[in-house]
């Protein structure tokens, strides 16, 4: 790896980050809502805890939710049939978790740093194609919903408002690109 990989600043804007940083949610708050399978997901990805497979079966058949998890204690989880070690260690990971602060992507300083992180959700060499797509659930609206009715003729309203803007707005446009066109 070369020097410069390892000290090229991923990101130039450090007010933005040290702000970034200080609202940075905890691991703690993202961890609450998990189910008990994406729990499981996360507890998997951590591998330092060295859990086996019987240890993930005990979550999941006692229907350990993140939310449950954040108050887990080393008995709760012996009484639930976890050896002691796995017990242990899990309970000092989710007292550990409200003090872990999760940090945004720009806040690392580093080409190497960046890559390192990118790498462990499957982003090798840069591709941000690796990224998953995120797909949207569709709902079912009730076109009656008084709430979404007023909404709507706010957007309505708000938009024909914007209509003598918009239209200056796409002439400024093509008045700058006709003048770049004749310069």
Request: with cysteine; glycine share 4%; proline share 4%.
């Amino acid at each position: 790896m070369s020097v410069s990989e390892t000290n090229t600043p991923a990101s130039t804007s450090t007010s933005v980050t040290t702000t970034e940083e200080k609202n940075a949610p905890t691991l703690a708050e993202v961890v609450r809502k998990y189910k008990t399978k994406e729990l499981i997901d996360f507890l998997r990805k951590e591998d330092d805890l060295e859990l086996v497979q019987e240890d993930y079966d005990i979550i999941e058949k006692e229907r350990i939710t993140g939310r449950a998890f954040l108050k887990i204690t080393e008995e709760k989880l012996r009484s639930y049939g976890m050896p002691g070690g796995p017990a242990s260690d899990l309970a000092d990971f989710a007292k550990e978790l409200g003090k872990r602060k999760l940090k945004s992507f720009s806040s690392y300083k580093t080409l190497k740093d960046l890559k390192g992180v990118l790498s462990k959700y499957g982003v090798q060499d840069g591709r941000i194609t690796d990224i998953p797509q995120f797909t949207p659930k569709p709902h079912n609206i009730d076109d009656k919903n008084e709430y979404l009715l007023h909404c709507l003729k706010d957007i309505r309203f708000r938009l024909r408002n914007m209509g003598p803007v918009v239209k200056l707005f796409v002439v400024n446009i093509f008045r700058q690109s006709s003048m770049h066109v004749l310069i």
